[in-house]
């Protein structure tokens, strides 16, 4: 209005000084309204463009900054998988340097079995009686309702290298001095149980207790290594107390005596 006003009064002052007529003065008029009009709406088409255009640097500030976030992200992943090739390649590296390692070991394993089978071949070659003893022997038939101190017979002699396990008996006596192994398995029934002495002359080097607690037998032993004298007696027997049942033995598990001198 300010504007048209301003052009109202030019366009008045020129037709003054002209000597316009109030016709031309009325059509100067109009025609400078309609020229402000156009004006007017040439300005609003622009600022509308002006807002569009700022709408859409908006709207491409926000996808900057969403592209530049993704970017960000990109480049953390990128580090991250990165960093994970870098561990399974060390993870590679070390699984390499362990396969290696077992390898190794299991080619001196395997080297030391020959050996050790080749030494047992040449034990084994030796002539009977050559600082070799040895005896497994197991009952035929099992030993019921076993009392106290009672000696054990394992009468099936599987092996007895020079005959110094006595079947009948149960007894081995010693051909030399040195260090023995003995080793036994007992079988026991349900609800019955033993204490089992290894004795030397009598006295006892080892002591086992079995018991079958469950609703099936049990069947365990043990070993011991020790010092005998040439001469001396070594056998089982039930001890002087927890003596419940018998000793079993059948083709369901076996009760054995097993010694060697090392």
């Known amino acids: 209005m300010k504007i048209l006003f301003s052009f109202f009064f030019v366009y008045l002052t020129l037709c003054v000084a002209k000597d316009c007529s109030y016709d031309e003065l009325i059509q100067e008029m109009r025609e400078l309204r309609r020229t402000v ?3 007017r709406i040439v300005s609003e088409r622009q600022q509308n463009q002006i807002e569009a255009l700022q709408n859409i640097v908006a709207s491409q500030t926000i996808e900057l900054k969403t592209v530049k976030s993704e970017v960000e992200e990109l480049k953390q ?7 994970e090739r870098t561990k399974a390649k060390n993870t590679l590296t ?31 070659n030796q002539p009977s009686g050559v600082n070799i003893v040895a005896f497994y022997a197991y ?5 019921k309702n076993v009392g106290e101190h009672h000696t054990l017979i394992f009468d099936h002699a599987v092996t007895n290298v020079g005959n110094h396990y ?16 003995f080793s036994w398995s007992i079988r026991i029934r349900v609800g019955e ?7 030397v002359n009598g006295k006892s080097v080892g002591v086992t207790h079995h018991w079958a607690n469950s609703d099936e037998d049990h069947h365990s032993g043990a070993t011991v290594i020790v010092q005998v004298s040439q001469g001396d007696d070594v056998f089982l027997r039930t001890s002087t107390h927890s003596n419940v049942g018998g000793i079993w033995s059948d083709s369901s598990g076996q009760s054995s005596f097993t010694g060697w001198k090392l």
């Open 94 to 124: 070390e699984m390499s340097r362990n396969m290696s390692t077992v390898q190794k070991d299991a080619t001196k394993t395997k080297e030391d079995n020959n050996k050790d089978m080749q030494k047992g071949r040449t034990i084994l």
């Open 166 to 181: 006595h079947p009948n008996s149960g007894v081995f006596i010693a051909p030399t001095s040195g260090l023995y192994a």
């Open 37 to 39: 009009e156009e004006q």
């Open 193 to 199: 149980y033993h204490d089992i002495d290894l004795a």
């Open 139 to 143: 009952m035929s038939s099992p030993m």
């Open 77 to 83: 992943q990128r580090t991250e998988n990165r960093q």
